[in-house]
């Protein structure tokens, strides 16, 4: 009798074991992955000299994924790409300082871009930036250019004809700065931009092709010092319904531009400052302080939700109300649990309404910056859930995702990086939408 039960024991315990151990028995397994981690996959680009991403990566009408792929040396500009999941296949479509017209100028080069793509018309509009910097006090300044280069030019508002395949140059950004967060008004055929390292408000009018600077928005953005220095906002949130574009500073303050009025002013009634955010001091760099990480519109509630970078927390942004929530931290679990914040202290910029209209998709990180793991947040519900980590075939893992598209087959695509063998890779990656059952 002892031996019946003591046999039926080993056999719970084994099976016990089994189930508790997932990672152990999808060791050496290429695609049998365990729960809770997302299966991924490359689509080679082979641009070896690629080295960053940051939001240029959207789902156009096409049914492909654009994307650009950015590189931060002083002869190398940064490349854009499309990808067709229909057929499997990459296209290079161009280098962005020869899009520019300034393939034989031999100056700092477009060496990222740094915004999404806007769709109007058949066209892309998005804008350019540098990636060529020198570091001083812990902070990126433009590059010096070494002997026999000239001063970056500027960033410029491009667009791209996508049956076309052909490029326009638009506007270019005044005094050699470069363009880091931008939107779009399509139904107002306008254009809207933040410079870096100064902090300029650009706009651009399409149709009378007019850029306007509406000067310094932010103390003297990342070019200042002590109190003159203020980190830059990254997100620039449009209202469809009034034209009116918000953004932050990193002192808490939410600016507007009002487009009924065609006027800049301070929202006085709300502020991103809160003590959930934390305290920090936005007379230094490296953090985002209390600007805003990143922002979508929700076209039901017609408000805006977003993030703050620093702490992962989600907020809801009432601009009619002029009224901000703080909702729930959507960090990974890993970060909830352990009371940290994360790695990256910027925070991330991939984060997007889903197929329903009512589901916010989070690519985040952890305190160890060793994985990448999407979190997604059921709006009506107020449901958070960690879907698991970002995972790859022979079962190394990225650590990089700043942008967010969600593709027409059913697959989620942001463009990451993996070290691998003292080397580092870095490219557009799918994986399936754990929502949607692809």
Known sequence: MAKRYFSAFLLAFLLLACARRPDERAAGH???HPAGVLNARWHPSGFELGDDNYNAVTAASDGKIYYVICAHKIDTGAQMYSYDPAAGKVQHLGDLTEASGEKDLKAVPQGKSHVPFFEHAGKLYFATHLGYYNTQGGKEMVGVPPPGYKAYPGGHFLAYDMKAATFE???TAPAGE???????????GRLYGITWPSAHFLSYDLAKKELKDWGLISEQGEKGSGPTFRVVCRSLALDPTTGSAYFT??????????YSLNALKKLEACTMKRDVFGVLDPDKPGHMGYNWRWTVWHDGEKVFYGTHGNTGYLFRFDPRAQQIEVIDRIASEKTRT????????????????????QTLYYLTGTPAGDEIRLVTYHIPTKKYADRGAIVLEDGSRPTWAQAIALGPDKRIYTVSKLRQGGKQKIDLLSFPDPLQGS
Do not use: C, H, N, W
């Open 30 to 32: 290429k695609t049998d």
């Open 169 to 171: 140059r638009l506007a």
């Open 178 to 188: 470069g363009i880091i967060t931008m939107t779009m008004d399509p139904k107002r």
């Open 249 to 258: 500073v990193s002192t808490g303050e939410i600016l507007q531009y009002d």
């Open 338 to 357: 352990s009371g940290s914040y994360d790695e990256f202290r910027y925070g991330y910029m991939g984060l997007a309404l889903g197929p329903d209209g």
